[in-house]
């Protein structure tokens, strides 16, 4: 059984950074890594992805404002949030793919306000 488990989540305010971090129970090597986030009464939504060729997107929204990027050798993957606004308060998931299995964390709450 994979456990994924996010930290790095708090309150901040608008123009702020955050970095988030999901390690798993074991090495994410040879796996397709993700982050979503859901807002209040928003659908879950794919934020960034990094495959496990270290191919990289993002939403639109986040592009050039957030980062993801991995180490497996720690078996984490972090999402580093700069230049944070309200539209980006929510929780935030991890998600690893393997073949045809897919494990999600508990998620983190992320808040920006002032």
């Known amino acids: 059984q994979v456990q994924l488990v996010e930290s790095g989540g708090g309150l901040v305010q608008p123009g702020g950074s955050l970095r988030l971090s999901c390690t798993a129970s074991?090495?994410?090597?040879?796996?397709?890594m993700g982050w979503y986030r859901q807002a209040p009464g928003k659908q879950r939504e794919l934020v960034a992805s990094i495959s496990k060729r270290d191919r990289t997107s993002y939403t639109d929204s986040v592009k050039g404002r957030f980062t993801i990027s991995r180490d497996n050798a720690k078996g984490t993957v972090y999402l580093q949030m700069n230049g944070l606004n309200p539209d980006d308060t929510a929780v935030y998931y991890c998600?690893?793919?393997?073949?045809?299995?897919?494990?999600w964390g508990q998620g983190t709450q992320v808040t920006v306000s002032s």
């Open positions: 998600n690893a793919r393997y073949m045809d299995e897919s494990w």
């Open positions: 074991g090495t994410i090597f040879g796996w397709d």
